[in-house]
Antibody, heavy 117, light 108 residues
Framework: QLHLQESGPGLVKPSETLSLTCTVS??????????WAWVRQPPGKRLEWIAS???????YYNPTLKSRLRISADTSRNQFSLRLTSVIAADTAVYYC?????????WGQGKLVTVSS | EIVLTQSPGTLSLSPGERATLSCRAS???????LAWYQQKPGQAPRVLMY???TRATGIPDRFSGSGSGTDFTLTISRLEPEDFAVYYC?????????FGQGTKLEIK
């Protein structure tokens, strides 16, 4: 059974860079049938797709965040990662990683990242 | 981008009752590319339906989906205690993929 687990700092200072990693077990990310995605949920707000990476490294970004985002995949470690630069308070959210076809399934348990000094 | 609006915001029902949740899109979603998710407190969302009306693996048949174009519905025929949660719709017909704001289904 596929399992995804987010890791990274839970507190990031404004203007700094948020970095998260998703470790996948029970299956390989080197699979042309799937994308690997990050979705976030700010407190009390709707889910927001952030970015996706394909097994061959092709990336897709939400246009509203694209200038600050980088997603990458490390097939040797079966991980994919997210970097969000110049964070602000509005970037405070639970960040989920997920396997993506057209929908997202399954998801990791989520990582709360708070942007605060 | 396509904006999804879910209604009602909160639905208060009793176990055994029928629940009808609505998702309206700001523009037509081609090829019925709509999914539904269930999220319980402290848990990640899980997919219930995709392609409007196809149940994901392991989803009981009391869940059904319908609709086309801009108006979609998730129906739970007879509520079980474990069904009380927040439900989100998500479209994948037009990038970027977007989600509705959610309907909270609570016990009356």
């Amino acid at each position: 059974q596929l399992h995804l687990q987010e890791s990274g700092p839970g507190l990031v200072k404004p203007s700094e860079t948020l970095s998260l990693t998703c470790t996948v077990s029970g299956g390989s990310i080197n699979n042309p049938n799937y994308y690997w995605a990050w979705v976030r949920q700010p407190p009390g707000k709707r889910l927001e797709w952030i970015a996706s990476v394909y097994y061959n490294g092709v990336t897709y970004y939400n246009p509203t965040l694209k200038s600050r985002l980088r997603i990458s995949a490390d097939t040797s470690r079966n991980q994919f990662s997210l970097r969000l630069t110049s964070v602000i308070a509005a970037d405070t959210a639970v960040y989920y990683c997920a396997r993506q076809t057209d929908w997202f399934d399954p998801w990791g348990q989520g990582k709360l990242v708070t942007v605060s000094s | 981008e396509i904006v999804l609006t879910q209604s009602p915001g909160t639905l208060s029902l009793s176990p055994g009752e029928r629940a009808t949740l609505s998702c309206r899109a700001s523009q037509s979603i081609g090829d019925n590319y709509l999914a539904w998710y269930q999220q319980k407190p402290g848990q990640a969302p899980r997919v219930l339906m995709y392609g409007v009306s196809t149940r994901a693996t392991g989803i009981p048949d009391r869940f059904s989906g319908s609709g086309s174009g801009t108006d979609f519905t998730l129906t739970i025929s007879r509520l079980e205690p474990e069904d009380f949660a927040v439900y989100y719709c998500q479209q994948y017909g037009s990038p970027p993929r977007t989600f509705g704001q959610g309907t909270k289904l609570e016990i009356k």
